[in-house]
């Protein structure tokens, strides 16, 4: 197997390659490239960052496989897989605007009005969302979300709180948040909530930044009867948990990844190839060889993994438990990761970017710092183990994956 897409026409993918590369040397001036630490980066960067989005998708190259209708580039997965090299080569700025997941939810489940009218201005770079999902009381346990919709004539009053909810540099604010809300408190689980698209800013909500160690931009959400049109409930009133799971299923790993790289594995290769110690190379003692080569076996399996989701998804293959496989062997194999980086580099992996000489420019305590905190987004590591358990039929209930663009015969991931 070659995970290779359908329709590979090489010479073709060449052509573009050099012309993407070409458009990037010339847009991306270098005082925006990426920091060592995200943390570096301001709100001056996020306001260059969101016109230079725009840009990429005039051409399409900002969501190259969503449909052109809806704002995409209506590429393939083979463009998307040079786009997503040549942006990393080229070490552009990237930062987190609207969180993919939020994507194949309204392209699946909203009306054709509601992807002209939300999902086109977020492919176009025009206006971004945030995913309000996380409650107090409720993270891992999703369906016990505790917020409330309230029906006052054609619209809806919605009341609650979230917590850790990822967004914008500093002040900068969404247009829209992306979240669930019980329609029906009587009706059973699963079955009593709907999916909204909140304007913002809106009269009740309230909205203050929550810091994390990893240094993300995290925020508290406060809504007191935030009033919000019927036609920005997505789906029906009783389907929220349907609608949330198709992006759920992006953000547990159902798409894969066209172009996975594990940049603390390739330091520590490097740190062990380069550093001198006792008149040879660190890479030389065998203890640093094990822990760097047990490095390079998980960072290799990783992308595999995520590859071959990828080449599923894409040529619309069903993705039934394979995007859960490398979801979970991510969470676990990056702590794994920083573990060995501690092993091999011992205190200089714990200097931060301002430190005189520091390896690789700090970027290893960066990775200790956030790898922990990522490990809990998107729901806990063991709930994802629960995911896989139904999807492979060992646990008390078995699952299905959920409907996503391309099981809806869209394109689009
Ligand atoms: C960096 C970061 C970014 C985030 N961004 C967003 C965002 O943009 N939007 C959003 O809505 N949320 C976001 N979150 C929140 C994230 O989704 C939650 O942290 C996650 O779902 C876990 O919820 P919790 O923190 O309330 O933990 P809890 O639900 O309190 O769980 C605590 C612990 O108990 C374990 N546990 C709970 N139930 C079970 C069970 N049944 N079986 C086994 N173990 C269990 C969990 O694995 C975990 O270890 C973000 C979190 C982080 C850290």
Redesign the pocket.
Known sequence: MDFAIADRDTAELDRFRHEFRAWLEKNVPADRKQPVDSQELDSDDYKWFLGFRKELAKHGWLYPTYPKEYGGGGLSANHESVIEEELTRSNVIRMGVT?NFVFPGLLVWGTEEQRQRFLRPLLTGEKSC?????EPQ?????AGIQTRAVRDGDDWLITGQ??????GTGPDRPDWLYGLAITDPNAPRHRNMGLFMIPVPSAGLEIRQQN?I?G?D?HFLFLDNVRVPGDHLIGGDHQGWQVGATSRENEHGGTGRAFPRDEVMEDLVEYARTTKHDGTTLGKDPVVQQATMDAYMDAHVQALLLKRTYWMYHNRKEVQYEGNVGNVHGRESSLRQTVRVREVMKMYSLLGTKEPGVPHGGAQEVSQRSRA??N????????MK?VLARRIGISRTQERAPVTPATAGQQGG
């Open positions: 969180p945030w995913y309000k999902m996380t409720s993270g891992a346990d999703l979230n917590v850790f909810i990822t967004g994390l990893g993300d995290q905190g990522q809990h987004a998107g729901g806990s590591t063991n709930i629960v």
